[in-house]
Structures are given as structure tokens and as C-alpha cells.
């Protein structure tokens, strides 16, 4: 069964800093995806990772994928407030037999 | 491009009775998934649909069952409702050739009282 491991699951940081979010599977994945949820919306998607070393950036945000690891890093560069939100990463494997598999969500919570 | 819509948007239901909640697709799209989130268990499959059959099902009891129109439009049903059937529905579209960049609806705010 694929688990998948989201940490911090809240995270409460200044504007201006820097910080990363982990996120942790246990088998061979597909593809890893990241969304953005505000509160009481839907899921906005950031990131689809396809491959080992993927690297993708939109604007302050930047991910990553290391396939070998099963880890992929969302990391926010000089975080502004607007960035609060709760993120997901969630992976497909086994050619989206079982859907897509989310972690628990990191609780992002960026403060002026 | 219009994006997924789904009906109804809120919706509160009494223990035991049923619901059907719909979406519809991105134009062109073929492929329809249902995912339930809760506080509790998070955002869980359950499951996806394409070209009017279902391909995936994940861990639900029987009472939730969906299916897939021509045109691709999708609607899923709870039946016997518990209070933990209480949840945001959410669907989500692709063009079908795996889960490949999924698109996600606004979603159904379903209160089981």
C-alpha cells in the first residue's frame, strides 16, 4: 500500500523567510503532484513532477523530485502572506490504479 | 475553457437517506475521478471513470457508486447515509490516457445531520 508523508503538517513562519516541505512515499512512483488548497476551496495545481531531478519553479515556489530518495521538496523562497495556504503533495503510481494517494497537508500559515 | 463544475455546491442530508452529486468535465476531457475529503481521513480515492466505465475503485463500502455519461459527465451516490459520509465531494477531470494532469472542481459540501 502506498503511504505518503507530508512534514511539517503545520508550519507558522515569517514573511521574508525561507522553508522547505517534505514529502515522503513508500513505493515507485509515477508522477508527483503538488496542489495548493485555500480554506473552503477546491485544489489549484502548482507542480506535476514526471522524473528524477525534476526541478519546476513558479515564482516563489520551487519543487523537486528524487525518485531514488521517494522524496520530492516544496520550497518557498522570501514567503509572503499571500502564500498561507494548506499544500499537498500527492503521488500516482501503478498507472493510477489506486488514484491519486495524498499526504496530510502542510498547513501554511505565513505571518507580516 | 470552462472549467469542472459540480452541483449541487452545499447539500445537508439526513442519516439514511441518499444523494447524487454531479460533475461535469473540462471539455474534451474523458476522464472523470471522485475523491472524498474529511478533517480526519483527508483526501481519499474513490473512484475514476472513463469513457462511460469505471476503471479504478478505491477502499469505499458498496453504498458509494457512481457512473459516467456519453458526454462524459459523471455523478456519483451515496446511499444509506452516516453521519461520517459528511465530507467535500471533489472531482476532478482529465483527458483519460492515466490521471495526468488532473483538474479539480470547486466541489460538494455534503452535511449528513
Known amino acids: 500500500e502506498l503511504k505518503v508523508e507530508q512534514n511539517p503538517l503545520f508550519l507558522s513562519m515569517q514573511e521574508g523567510k525561507n522553508y522547505t516541505i517534505y514529502c515522503n512515499y513508500s513505493?515507485?512512483?509515477?508522477?508527483l503532484y503538488w496542489y495548493r488548497q485555500d480554506p473552503g476551496k477546491s485544489l489549484e495545481s502548482l507542480f506535476v513532477l514526471l522524473s528524477n531531478g525534476a526541478v519546476k519553479q513558479e515564482g516563489r515556489l520551487m519543487a523537486s523530485l528524487d525518485t531514488k530518495a521517494r522524496l520530492s521538496t516544496l520550497h518557498i523562497t522570501a514567503a509572503v502572506h499571500d502564500l498561507s495556504a494548506t499544500y499537498f503533495c500527492?503521488?500516482?503510481?501503478?498507472?493510477?490504479?489506486?488514484?491519486?494517494?495524498f499526504g496530510k497537508g502542510t498547513h501554511l500559515i505565513i505571518q507580516p | 475553457k470552462a472549467g469542472v463544475t459540480q452541483t449541487p455546491r452545499y447539500l445537508i442530508k439526513t442519516r439514511g437517506q441518499q444523494v447524487t452529486l454531479s460533475c461535469s468535465p473540462i471539455?474534451?476531457?474523458?476522464?472523470v475521478s471522485w475523491y472524498q475529503q474529511t478533517p480526519g481521513q483527508g483526501l481519499q480515492f474513490l473512484f475514476e471513470?472513463?469513457?462511460?466505465?469505471?476503471?479504478n475503485k478505491g477502499n469505499f463500502p458498496g453504498r458509494f457508486s457512481g457512473r459516467q455519461f456519453s458526454n462524459s459527465r459523471s455523478e456519483m451516490n451515496v446511499s444509506t447515509l452516516e453521519l461520517g459520509d459528511s465530507a467535500l465531494y471533489l472531482c476532478?477531470?482529465?483527458?483519460?490516457?492515466?490521471?495526468?494532469?488532473?483538474?479539480f472542481g470547486p466541489g460538494t459540501r455534503l452535511t449528513v445531520t
Open positions: 476532478a477531470s482529465s483527458h483519460g490516457q492515466g490521471l495526468y494532469e488532473q483538474y
Open positions: 471539455s474534451g476531457h474523458r476522464s
Open positions: 500527492a503521488v500516482e503510481a501503478g498507472g493510477g490504479a489506486d488514484g491519486l494517494t
Open positions: 471513470y472513463f469513457s462511460e466505465t469505471q476503471r
Open positions: 513505493t515507485t512512483s509515477d508522477r
